[in-house]
Structures are given as structure tokens and as C-alpha cells.
Nanobody, 121 residues
Framework: QVHLVESGGGLVQAGDSLRLSCAAS?????MGWFRQAPGKEREFVGS????????FYADSVKDRFTISRDNAKNTMYLQLNSLKPEDTAVYYC?????????????????WGQGTQVTVSS
């Protein structure tokens, strides 16, 4: 069992940046970020492979968001730049048993509780 805890969310203005963290209780393999806006389904944001050497992003965040990880600290990060009001959502991190980046939420076995990101215009 792996426990995930997100942090770093908050209220920012459009164009600002934030860095989210996801601390894991133990070793993890591929990990990912998802988000869910009010009234919408949870959507994939991006994923990183087990050693941080490979990432994959949704088109909506590519070139603005960056995922990284520090396995020595069992922590994954999501750098959010050039934030837009449509990025407002609860952001969740998740851990998979796969080694390579994973898009489908069905392939993630552990989830954090989420952290709120609100972007004002």
C-alpha cells in the first residue's frame, strides 16, 4: 500500500506559476497527475516514468506544465506555469505499477486526496 499526499495548491492570478508536490509513503513506479474541475470529469494532465527520464502530457498543458520526480525523496512535482482560469481544478496525483508513463486512470492503483488550484482572471 502506498499513501500519496499532495500539497502546494492555492489561489493565484492568470499568468502566475505554482508547484505542486506529491509525497509518497514508499517506492513508486510510473506516476501521474490528473485534475477535476467542478461539474467535469477527471482528466489526465501528465505522467512520468519510474526514473523520471520520460514524461507525457495532455495537449492542453503541454509546454506550460512540467512533471519531475526525486526518487530519493519519494516525491513527484508538477510545475504549473502560465496558468489560465481554465486550469482551475482539484489536482490529484496517482501511482501506477507500470514502469512507463500511463494515461488511463484505470491503470493507477493509488491516489492522493487532491489539492485545489484556483486561477483568477
Amino acid at each position: 500500500q502506498v499513501h500519496l499526499v499532495e500539497s502546494g495548491g492555492g489561489l493565484v492570478q492568470a499568468g502566475d506559476s505554482l508547484r505542486l508536490s506529491c509525497a509518497a509513503s514508499g517506492r513508486t513506479y510510473a506516476m501521474g497527475w490528473f485534475r477535476q474541475a467542478p461539474g467535469k470529469e477527471r482528466e489526465f494532465v501528465g505522467s512520468i516514468n519510474w526514473n523520471g527520464g520520460n514524461t507525457f502530457y495532455a495537449d492542453s498543458v503541454k509546454d506550460r506544465f512540467t512533471i519531475s520526480r526525486d526518487n530519493a525523496k519519494n516525491t513527484m512535482y508538477l510545475q504549473l506555469n502560465s496558468l489560465k482560469p481554465e486550469d482551475t481544478a482539484v489536482y490529484y496525483c496517482a501511482a501506477s505499477r507500470e514502469l512507463t508513463p500511463v494515461v488511463s486512470p484505470d491503470q493507477y492503483h493509488y491516489w492522493g486526496q487532491g489539492t485545489q488550484v484556483t486561477v483568477s482572471s
